[in-house]
């Protein structure tokens, strides 16, 4: 069956540091996600991407985001210099269209020290 | 905008007992509707949606909700659970009509099944 794979599974960096997050969304999908859960909190949006632009953005998702589909099978988020609130489980989810719903990598745990 | 409230946070079950998970929503336009499981260190794995058409939906591993538009709630049912079930449950919420089906999640209910 078919799955999104998010590499690395947990990742710990300095405060002030760059991370990338990987994904490898579902091969035939369209549309490209990230998420994230503070610990204790809801899973919240922050982006979407859709024929090789963002779609739609959260507050969340300020400058210090940004995403990119480098190839026709990454898809990763960049975070340009770290802060301890940015500690938290990132998720990434490809869907094929607007009814299908989304389908979730296993997720990348940062944490920022 | 829309909301989303899950009412249970947490939901202790007994093996072979039934269960229900409540989840209320809010909106102003049409919305889709999903829940999602979390196993333990895994990611989230969509169980079943609403789209339109008929209020009871079914799902994977003997799941199923209803969706009651008067009281804006879609509850998640199972009949019989399983020490299996024992995971973490998310109530979602799109826009229909939305290019970029972004979901809005509900704070999730912890189900533990009981021997």
């Given amino acids: 069956e078919p799955e999104v794979t998010q590499t690395p599974s947990h990742q710990v960096t300095q405060m002030g540091q760059e991370v990338i997050l990987r994904c490898v969304p579902i091969s035939n999908h369209l549309y490209f996600y990230w998420y994230r859960q503070i610990l204790g909190q809801k899973v919240e949006f922050l982006v979407s991407f859709y024929n090789n632009e963002i779609s739609e953005k959260s507050e969340i998702f300020d400058d210090q985001f940004s995403v990119e589909r480098p190839d026709g099978s990454n898809f990763t988020l960049k975070i340009r210099s770290t802060k301890l609130e940015d500690s938290a489980m990132y998720f990434c989810a490809s869907s094929s269209g607007r009814a299908s719903g989304a389908f979730f990598g296993q997720g990348t745990r940062l944490t920022v020290v | ?115």
Avoid: M
């Avoid at chain 2, 049912?77 to 972004?102: L, M, Q």
């Fill in chain 2, 1 to 115: 905008a829309q909301s989303v409230t899950q009412l249970d946070s947490q939901v202790p079950v007994f093996e072979e007992a039934p269960v229900e998970l409540r989840c209320n929503y809010s909106s102003s336009v049409s919305v889709y509707l999903f829940w999602y499981v979390q196993y333990p260190n895994q990611g989230l794995q969509l169980l079943l949606k609403y789209l339109s058409g008929s209020t009871l939906v079914k799902g994977i591993n003997g799941f199923e909700a209803e969706f009651n538009k008067s009281q804006t709630s879609f509850h998640l049912r199972k009949p019989s659970v399983h020490i299996s079930d024992t995971a973490e449950y998310f109530c979602a919420v799109s826009e229909a009509k939305a290019a970029g089906n972004k979901l809005t999640f509900g704070g999730g209910t912890r189900v533990l099944v009981k021997p």
